[in-house]
């Protein structure tokens, strides 16, 4: 099939090549008959009228044969049987149709594999014009006749699968969500402020998928078959709570009838089935609770795979980086004015990042002075570290002597969020203003001040977890007391009941009177809750305050102050991409870490992420300018999943160790009664599985089994990491091979440039002489020579002559060739010498001067 479309494609080479020959002929002949048209006016009119008396008779003698051909078919149709006639036509059609099925189908897969024929675009078009017009021509045919109308069927199903598949990739592109909006922010302000964007889009995915599993598995479940509110302790407000319970301040604070809903872990019950379907509420909590980190890890590290197969499939493009800009970035298919100018835009905006990234790359600076900035300002950014992780853990143990205080203000409640929302706030800037002293590329900047921001919400972080941790071992302690005495208070109400009057039951205690514990787990999850809103206000409010009246301010005042309000204090804003990616980031790992604690935190982030589209779009178009070293993004956006991916680690181990460790609330949450957590899975294996299965778990949960696979799993990524590290290196030494091959067939070409640029010189420098010599001669001895020109010593003489002008020896003069005479007869296949150039002799047979042995002349 190969050899058979390399014939095809060198037959309509061919094709193409006759064709302009014959286009170029018929404008020589066109041209010199405008020329000689002044000359020969009356040949002109001649020529014309035999011409026209020869089309007439071409005409008429066409007519004739054409009425012959009709009575030949009349006599030959009623003179030979009708049967007959029909069995010829149909056994015709048949061949007819084979062979333009053939061909039908080879002009398709020409139009079809148009685009890679490296061809030029006038033959590319015409090539194109005639398949496509064949195939319209002769497809219809193909539909006629007895069983010719299922193929005619077929193409027309075909055409019309195709023209649907189109239509649906354009409905699937339509679909992408925020497309438009995203577009249009990378046309004024770079793929770099683009890419944030496209990572909210696809962190709002991702959480919609953990809200569709908790919101599906757990949350329904339980509020369709599971017991209503006011049934048991752990879903009603305790009595004195109950006055209020309804207070905004309190609903403010998630206490009240927050606390006990399905929003937090509390509100579930520990039933090991629930309702006449018999779901298994605890194990589908503990099974979602693990696959919400299964799911979140098994996306990011695809993501980042497809994002390394993207950057490293498309190749080096570095070189001629300005051309293909230039001549490349225009998309011809845009019909709006608008989006014309967007597309301007954007152009304009690539042009300035590859600008930046040359003069980068070209720059020449003081090592010393620059390494000793650098050291300064990291020395500074990791003090600013430590004194925010020392001011967030003072805060925490404060905040659990206001606890145990009644009659607090609303800032002693609310002092941890609010002291770790004016760090992540104020930090930020102050690292980009230290990072000022290292001037590194935009790029690089960026991921040097995203590593800082994520150190600083990490810190803060797990230095909050650390505070919390000390909080939920007092609480697992007075936890105990309680238990005593909410079992010594049931018994004692029904020992008594039962005293008084032995013939009736008791009648059942109230829950809302019932002593209870502190429930740490819904304690823990109303604090990543509080955390998570107060996030989202204050990034709200700083774009309010930060972006929008800033730049109300700038624009309107401007004209009636002292200075230029745009150039310089305090201008507008630039969209702060380290900032609001760390804070998405950040944002996350607290939804992960907390999604176990508050099952309906994950809606309250999809709805953040909802309205952080629309509003952050809004206020980077109508509020911000873009960055003064304007850069773009990486191909692949691995620097965001890579830190998504470890803040999805560290996330998983606090959840890890609280399940695997800590005693769960012996009133709240669908694990109470179990010493542990992970206790759920090893009931359902033994309630409601075979023994033999039993026996499978605990052998694969031998330390004996683990340790093993570990250390395999370890060594097959070592594994791994080297053959892959031996492809990198040999995809280099192939570059540099390829690299070099293209220089020398560069150089060789250079070479034989100049070479031919050379010789020619050369010739035109010779000509000159010899014409000078061949006009001193007698002109009795040039009449001789121009009749003895066709002889063939003339011929050999005259080629030996143009020889040894056209190749010189080395380190020779250019003499002309001794006289001598030809005692051999010439060879058949020596020409003559060019029509204009004396033959006065002939060189010796032998080889020229300044040439050795087999050498040729070039």
Request: glycine content about 6%; hydrophobic content about 35%.
């Amino acid at each position: 099939q190969q050899n058979k479309e390399v014939d095809e494609s060198e037959e309509e080479d061919e094709i193409f090549r006759r064709k302009r020959l014959t286009r170029k002929k018929n404008r020589r002949i066109k041209n010199s008959g405008k020329k000689s048209e002044s000359d020969k006016a009356p040949s002109g009119k001649r020529e014309r009228h035999r011409k026209a008396a020869t089309k007439d008779q071409k005409e008429a003698e066409n007519k004739e044969k054409q009425t012959n051909k009709k009575k030949k078919g009349n006599g030959e149709s009623s003179s030979s049987p009708s049967a007959s006639n029909s069995s010829d036509e149909e056994s015709l059609s048949e061949e007819e149709l084979e062979r333009l099925k053939e061909q039908v189908e080879e002009k398709k897969k020409l139009i079809s594999t148009m685009r890679n024929k490296p061809w030029r675009m006038a033959k590319k078009l015409t090539v194109l014009r005639e398949a496509q017009a064949f195939v319209e021509k002769f497809e219809g045919a193909l539909g006629k006749g007895k069983g010719k109308k299922f193929y005619a069927y077929k193409v027309m199903m075909a055409k019309k699968w195709v023209k649907f598949k189109r239509d649906f990739d354009n409905f699937k592109t339509q679909c992408i969500p925020w497309e438009m909006k995203i577009k249009e922010v990378e046309s004024h302000f770079g793929s770099s402020v683009a890419s944030y964007f496209i990572f909210l889009r696809w962190m709002y995915g991702v959480n919609l998928v953990l809200f569709g599993l908790i919101f599906g598995l757990v949350i329904i479940p339980e509020v369709l078959m599971g017991m209503p509110y006011g049934s048991m302790p752990r879903k009603t407000v305790p009595r004195a709570e109950q006055a209020t319970a309804m207070d905004f301040s309190v609903l403010w604070d998630f206490e009240g009838y927050i606390k006990y809903s399905a929003l937090f872990y509390g509100y579930y019950n520990n039933q090991r089935t629930i309702g006449w379907l018999k779901y298994r509420l605890p194990m589908a909590y503990f099974m979602v609770g693990i696959s919400v980190f299964g799911y979140s890890l098994v996306v990011v590290i695809r993501t980042m795979a497809r994002n390394a197969n993207e950057s490293t499939g498309d190749g080096d493009d570095n070189d001629f980086i300005f051309s293909w800009k230039m001549f490349t970035s225009w998309d011809y298919l845009i019909g709006n004015p608008e989006t014309a100018d967007n597309k301007f835009a954007s152009i304009t905006t690539s042009f300035k990042e590859s600008i930046v990234d040359e003069q980068e790359s070209n720059k020449d600076e003081n090592i010393h002075l620059r390494r000793f900035l650098r050291v300064l300002a990291n020395v500074l950014i990791i003090c600013c570290l430590c004194g925010s992780g020392y001011l967030i853990y003072f805060v925490v143990k404060r905040s659990q002597t206001f606890s145990k205080m009644q009659n607090i203000g609303w800032y002693e409640r609310n002092e941890v969020e609010i002291v770790m929302s004016l760090l992540g706030m104020f930090c930020p800037p102050l690292f980009e203003t230290i990072a000022a002293l290292e001037n590194y590329h935009p790029r690089i900047g960026l991921k040097w001040q995203l590593g800082r921001i994520f150190a600083l919400f990490l810190g803060n972080l797990y230095t909050f977890l650390l505070a919390l941790m000390d909080d939920v071992n007092e609480k697992l302690t007075e936890e105990d007391v309680i238990k005593n005495i909410t079992h010594w208070t049931l018994l004692n109400y029904y020992n008594s009941s039962a005293v008084k009057n032995s013939t009736f039951s008791p009648p059942p205690i109230d829950p809302a009177d019932v002593p209870r514990g502190p429930c740490w787990e819904t304690t823990v999850g109303i604090e990543f809750v509080r955390l998570t809103v107060s996030d989202i206000l204050v990034t709200y409010v700083t774009i309010l305050v930060g972006d929008f009246l800033r730049a109300c301010f700038v624009r309107f005042m401007n004209y009636c102050w002292c200075w230029d309000l745009e150039a310089g204090f305090p201008s507008y804003a630039e969209f702060d991409i380290s900032g609001n990616v760390l804070g998405l980031i950040f944002n996350q790992g607290m939804i992960w870490m907390g999604s176990f604690y508050a099952p309906g935190l994950v809606g309250i982030n999809v709805l953040r992420l909802l309205t952080s589209m629309y509003f952050q779009c809004w206020a980077v178009m109508s509020s911000n300018v873009p960055h003064e070293r304007v850069f773009k993004a990486s191909k692949s956006n691995n620097f965001y999943m890579g830190l998504l991916l470890l803040i999805l680690f560290l996330s998983l181990l606090p959840v890890a160790y609280t399940i695997m460790s800590l005693p769960p609330s012996f009133d709240c949450g669908p694990f109470s009664g179990k010493k542990r957590m992970s206790d759920v899975i090893q009931e359902t294996i033994e309630l409601d599985f075979p023994a033999f299965v039993a026996k499978i778990f605990s052998y694969v949960a031998n330390p004996g089994l683990i340790i093993p696979a570990i250390l395999l799993m370890v060594l097959a990524i070592y594994y791994l990491n080297a053959v892959a590290e031996a492809y990198q290196h040999a995809n280099a030494e192939l570059k540099k091979k390829m690299q070099m091959q293209r220089e020398e067939e560069k150089n060789k070409r250079n070479n034989k440039a100049t070479t031919n640029l050379a010789t020619q010189d050369l010739e035109d420098f010779l000509t000159p002489s010899a014409k000078s010599g061949g006009q001193s001669q007698p002109t009795a001895d040039t009449k001789s020579d121009s009749t003895n020109k066709n002889s063939p010593g003339a011929k050999e003489e005259s080629k030996a002559k143009n020889s040894n002008a056209t190749c010189p020896g080395r380190g020779v003069t250019m003499a002309p060739p001794p006289h001598v005479t030809i005692t051999q007869p010439p060879r058949q296949s020596v020409k003559a010498s060019s029509p204009g150039r004396a033959s006065s002799g002939t060189s010796p047979q032998g080889l020229h001067p300044g040439t050795r042995k087999g050498q040729p002349c070039n």
